[in-house]
């Protein structure tokens, strides 16, 4: 009787939940809003529970034991040995990158309430890190309170130095769309990191990417990672380069490029000598290159 009596609850629960949750879809929601809220209906209504994993020939279905699997299956995948530019990778990295401070530069500048605020008005609404400190809760502080952690921000940035706990995160590992469930690589690994930190990262991307667009440092092509652009630009691109090359009789030509597991493969050295070679210097780039 009361497994019985918990099942109704449950169910009555649930579909409160679902009728609360589908509620908040309207005529006024955006289209990048109602994704989002698909996105995440998508993941939450994937079973967490992983029953069992093949590696090596082997069976594994103790839960500390798959966590180590998938683990390893991560860490593997950004092991150094999967470089195919060892040689040049190694050849560059023997210069030494010097991001010696310049007063004068505005990037140098502590960051301001204003930034701050604008941030965090900007946050979603995920899952808090190890700390259980959500944005929610950044968000109702007092102005003292809020102004306080700014002038920790500050601190941290002038004096390059950032907390091993806000590298730590809550690991989630749903299961990709149409692969083998046994297999340890079929799952995409979602870390909750701090919220904290990850305003601190706001800020400080907000910061640099000011920098790379008022000194024309990005592409005009480039759309990803840039405010009002997205991938719509470069398919209407692509769109109006097709219908031109139709009315003048020509053949277009698109080359397309899928890189798997990008941003295991990503050098870190090339991005910091990047920012090396676009004069950025001081405090930005030094606590960038202390994070890495």
């Known amino acids: 009787m009361a497994r019985a009596e918990f099942r109704?609850?449950?169910?009555?629960?649930?579909?409160?939940?679902?009728?609360?949750?589908?509620?908040?879809?309207?005529?006024?929601?955006?289209?990048?809003?109602?994704?989002?809220?698909?996105?995440?209906?998508?993941?939450?209504s994937i079973s967490n529970s992983i029953s069992v994993l093949h590696v090596n020939g082997q069976s594994i279905s103790s839960p500390k034991n798959i966590g180590n699997s998938i683990a390893s299956t991560l860490s593997d995948a950004s092991s150094i040995r999967n470089y195919t530019f060892l040689n040049r990778k190694s050849g560059i990295e023997k210069q030494k990158l010097n991001f010696s401070a310049q007063?004068?530069?505005?990037?140098?500048?502590?960051?301001?309430?204003?930034?701050?605020?604008?941030?965090?008005?900007?946050?979603?609404?995920?899952?808090?890190?190890?700390?259980?400190?959500?944005y929610l809760m950044i968000q109702n502080l007092a102005s003292v309170s809020q102004k306080n952690?700014?002038?920790?921000?500050?601190?941290?940035?002038?004096?390059?130095?950032?907390?091993?706990?806000?590298?730590?995160?809550?690991?989630?590992?749903?299961?990709k769309a149409g692969k083998d469930p046994t297999n340890p690589s079929s799952y995409l690994p979602i870390a909750l990191t701090s919220c904290l930190c990850k305003l601190f990262e706001k800020i400080i991307n907000r910061r640099l990417i000011h920098f790379l667009e008022t000194n024309n440092l990005l592409h005009r092509c480039q759309s990803g990672f840039q405010k009002g652009r997205s991938t719509l630009d470069n398919l209407l691109a692509l769109e109006t380069?097709?219908?031109l090359?139709?009315?003048?009789?020509?053949?277009?030509?698109?080359?397309?490029?899928?890189?798997?597991?990008?941003?295991d493969y990503t050098c870190i050295y090339g991005i910091l000598k990047d920012l090396h070679d676009f004069n950025l210097s001081g405090n930005l780039p030094i606590f960038i290159q202390k994070v890495f």
């Open 149 to 175: 952690l700014l002038c920790l921000y500050n601190r941290i940035r002038n004096e390059h130095y950032f907390s091993t706990l806000w590298q730590q995160a809550v690991v989630i590992p749903p299961l």
């Open 241 to 243: 380069d097709i219908r």
């Open 245 to 263: 090359a139709f009315l003048q009789r020509k053949h277009p030509v698109a080359v397309f490029f899928d890189i798997e597991k990008g941003y």
């Open 8 to 44: 109704c609850i449950r169910r009555l629960g649930e579909s409160a939940t679902c009728i609360g949750y589908i509620s908040t879809i309207t005529y006024s929601t955006s289209s990048h809003k109602l994704w989002q809220k698909a996105e995440k209906e998508s993941i939450a």
């Open 103 to 134: 007063s004068y530069l505005q990037s140098n500048s502590n960051f301001s309430f204003e930034e701050f605020q604008s941030c965090l008005s900007t946050v979603l609404k995920p899952s808090p890190g190890p700390d259980n400190i959500s």
